[in-house]
C-alpha cells in the first residue's frame, strides 16, 4: 500500500482552488489527516485561505475546525476514534498543504508554522515551497526544528504554485 499522498495533496488542491483570488496573497488549500491506525487515514478536517472571516490561512482555519469538533462527530469519522480528544487526535495528525507554512505574516497574525508546532501535529507534508514574493518564508524549517516531520511531495509543485497564484 502507498503513501496515500497523493491523494490527500490532491484533496489540498482542490481546497485551494475555492479561494476568492488575491492579488496580495496566495491561495492555499490544507487536509488534516489523522492516522491512529497507519492504515486507515481519517480526514478531520480541510481548509483554504481566506475560508474563514478576516484574512485567514488555509492551515490555521483546518486547525480551527477540528477544534470545532464535538465528541459526537469525532466518533461519528469512526468507532475507532471513540474517546479521543481533539489535542490527541492533533498529535497523530498529518497536515498536507499546498504550500509551505507561512512563518511570517505581513499583517502581524500568527504565523501557521507556530501553530501547527503548538498543536502538536505530527508531519507536514508541503507541495511547494513558498517563493519570496511576499515575504522569506522559513516556515519548513522551523516544524523540523521543532521535531515535526517534513516531506516535501514531489509532482506537486507546479501545480501548487499556479493554484497559489491564480488571480481568476
Ligand atoms: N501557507 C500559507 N497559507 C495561506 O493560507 C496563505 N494565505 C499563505 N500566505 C503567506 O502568508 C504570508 C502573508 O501574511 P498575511 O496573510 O499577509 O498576514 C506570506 O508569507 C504569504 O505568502 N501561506
Not at 496566495?26 to 492516522?35: A, D, E, K, P
Not at 481566506?50 to 483546518?62: I, K, Q
Amino acid at each position: 500500500m502507498g503513501s496515500g499522498h497523493d491523494h490527500y495533496m490532491q484533496l489540498a488542491l482542490e481546497e485551494a482552488l475555492k479561494c476568492t483570488p488575491s492579488p496580495t496573497a496566495y491561495c492555499v488549500g490544507c487536509v488534516l489527516v489523522v492516522r491512529i491506525q497507519p492504515d486507515s487515514p481519517i480526514v478531520l478536517s480541510a481548509g483554504y485561505s481566506r475560508e474563514l472571516p478576516g484574512n485567514t490561512h488555509a492551515e490555521a482555519n483546518a486547525l480551527g475546525k477540528t477544534r470545532s469538533l464535538t465528541k459526537a462527530d469525532i466518533e461519528a469519522f469512526s468507532p475507532t476514534l471513540r474517546g479521543y480528544e481533539v489535542p490527541q487526535l492533533l498529535r497523530h495528525t498529518d497536515v498536507y498543504t499546498t504550500l509551505e507554512p507561512c512563518s511570517i505574516r505581513t499583517s502581524g497574525l500568527a504565523p501557521c508554522a507556530d501553530a501547527l508546532i503548538k498543536a502538536g501535529a505530527k508531519r507536514c507534508i508541503i507541495g511547494a515551497n513558498e517563493p519570496p514574493d511576499f515575504v522569506n518564508c522559513e516556515g519548513a524549517e522551523k516544524l523540523k526544528q521543532a521535531g515535526i516531520e517534513v516531506i516535501w511531495l514531489e509532482g506537486f509543485e507546479e501545480r501548487c504554485l499556479t493554484v497559489a497564484r491564480r488571480q481568476v
